[in-house]
């Protein structure tokens, strides 16, 4: 008489419905595991959502997971044009959503699931002996009440977007950052959109050399150089190591006015 025993699938919790998040559910799939991605906003690619305006440095051809790919084909998708380059928006709209919709992943995706703890069912942090085999408790937070989940392993693509590098040096906040926090913007803020009003008529310091920190002055060269807005001072690649009262004092003509976008230094 055959064994008829079929083992369960392993099951993977994934954190984060990003691009990362997504395509590593999708190899999961392709190799007989079961993903369940948590995700902390209310949608899939929440952190993406926030750069909507900015183009990737990269074509369609570069963004578009090979297994996701094959998930989003079977499904009757249309690939955009490979060598066209799309904005955050773009990235949600055309790749991001329908494959968190139209395929097998819309049933293994909890959105607004704040994970807020992890660790290994059954051990406290003393206990060694068994550790690595015993299984992941994941636990989050839905707004319905504290949620549980149990993994064989857990994959954490929740990205750096909503926790950004310091400006300082040593990985440490600059002596007088967190008090000019509400005049500090991390990341790309949309200088040509939504937030126009709070960089128009001031001066701006990016602090940072890399692509971002070029391409938010591309971004910015139709509205730097009229009347509404005076200047852009960049700090090409180097952490700051004085206080941000002293950057405002060294550079007079950032006035009390003036509002420091901090661009993290993704590429060299």
């Known amino acids: 008489m055959p064994d008829t025993f079929t083992r369960p699938k392993k099951t993977v919790a994934v954190i984060g419905a990003g691009p990362v998040g997504l395509a590593a559910a999708a190899h ?6 079961e993903p369940v991605v948590i995700e902390a906003g209310p949608t899939v690619g929440h952190a993406v959502r926030q750069w909507s305006h900015v183009q ?6 570069y963004n578009i997971d090979k297994a996701a790919d094959r998930l989003l084909t079977a499904a009757g ?4 044009q490979p060598d066209h380059y799309p904005t955050g928006a773009e990235l949600v709209e055309q790749y991001l959503e329908p494959l968190a919709t139209r395929t097998p992943l819309a049933d293994r995706i909890r959105t607004s699931s704040r994970v807020t703890a992890i660790g290994r069912a059954g051990f406290d942090k003393v206990k060694t002996k068994g550790r690595d085999s015993a299984p992941f408790e994941i636990r989050y937070d839905n707004g319905k009440g504290p949620g549980r989940l149990t993994a064989d392993a857990v994959i954490d693509a929740s990205g750096t977007w909503f926790s950004p590098n310091p400006a300082g040096a040593n990985g440490l906040r600059a002596v007088g ?3 000019a926090q509400d005049r500090i913007a991390y990341g790309m803020p949309d200088v040509l959109g939504r937030d126009r009003a709070r960089y128009a008529g001031r001066s701006v310091a990016v602090l940072g050399g890399g692509g971002l920190a070029a391409h938010k002055m591309g971004l910015t060269e139709s509205v730097f ?4 807005v005076t200047e852009v001072i960049v700090e090409l690649g180097k952490p700051v190591t004085h206080p941000l009262p002293e950057i405002r004092t060294d550079l007079k003509r950032i006035g009390r006015k003036a509002h420091f976008i901090k661009i993290n230094l993704i590429v060299q």
């Open 28 to 33: 999961l799939l392709e190799r007989g595991l």
């Open 56 to 61: 990737t440095f990269s074509p369609w051809e």
């Open 77 to 80: 998708w249309n690939r955009p």
């Open 177 to 179: 950052e967190s008090e």
């Open 225 to 228: 150089g009229k009347p509404d």
